[in-house]
T-cell receptor, first 114, second 111 residues
Framework: QKEVEQNSGPLSVPEGAIASLNCTYSDRVSQSFFWYRQYSGKSPELIMSIYSNGDKEDGRFTAQLNKASQYVSLLIRDSQPSDSATYLCAVSRPYYNQGGKLIFGQGTELSVKP | DADVTQTPRNRITKTGKRIMLECSQT?????MYWYRQDPGLGLRLIYY???????NKGEISDGYSVSRQAQAKFSLSLESAIPNQTALYFCATTSRTGELFFGEGSRLTVL
């Protein structure tokens, strides 16, 4: 079982719709959760981080974390063609326990159609 | 100037050659990482270092070695490159919040 799993996609949504990206993880001591966006040929860039159960909103992005179910998701509202990219879920342990050692899922390719 | 700088950005080499990818950072972070990215496989951790005297293997360390020359410098070496090491390589550092700061990547092709 991979430590971090995502649906590879591609996920295709029409412009203006909500895109929902999902991620599960296997290490129960994981404490920090991140979503990175990566455009083709570029380095990943952080778009959301979440550390506690519940929802965290930042503009059009909402991250959701459920530690009991070992599940983290990213919602993108009012999707735009510029959101078309690969979205990487990453998980790490507490800083005092190999924290910062991020383990990534394989990424979900999102395509937003005009 | 970029906070995390990788050199070279692109390299084509032949099977059996020794290759070094270099990384330097100006963020003052202690923790540095080397990741490899292949299509459909996401980012896989090769090696990481939590300070100058600390080196740890990641998920896929076979065929690679690293050197942490200073807090700001972390090099990745392929002692004898093989074609399946053709990939995009990223160096990164972390803050205490766990956020990774990536370099721009080094694309390596082994013929």
């Amino acid at each position: 079982q991979k430590e971090v799993e995502q649906n590879s996609g591609p996920l295709s949504v029409p412009e203006g719709a909500i895109a929902s990206l999902n991620c599960t993880y296997s290490d129960r001591v994981s404490q920090s959760f991140f979503w990175y966006r990566q455009y083709s040929g570029k380095s990943p860039e952080l778009i959301m981080s979440i550390y506690s159960n519940g929802d965290k909103e930042d503009g059009r992005f909402t991250a959701q974390l459920n530690k009991a179910s070992q599940y983290v998701s990213l919602l993108i509202r009012d999707s735009q063609p510029s959101d078309s990219a690969t979205y990487l879920c990453a998980v790490s342990r507490p800083y005092y326990n190999q924290g910062g050692k991020l383990i990534f899922g394989q990424g979900t390719e999102l395509s937003v159609k005009p | 100037d970029a906070d995390v700088t990788q050199t070279p950005r692109n390299r084509i080499t032949k099977t059996g050659k020794r290759i070094m990818l270099e990384c330097s950072q100006t963020k003052g972070h202690d923790r540095m990482y080397w990741y490899r990215q292949d299509p459909g496989l996401g980012l896989r951790l090769i090696y990481y270092s939590f300070d100058v005297k600390d080196i740890n293997k990641g998920e896929i360390s076979d065929g690679y070695s690293v050197s942490r020359q200073a807090q700001a410098k972390f090099s990745l070496s392929l002692e004898s490159a093989i074609p399946n090491q053709t990939a995009l390589y990223f160096c990164a550092t972390t803050s205490r919040t766990g956020e990774l700061f990536f370099g721009e990547g080094s694309r390596l092709t082994v013929l």
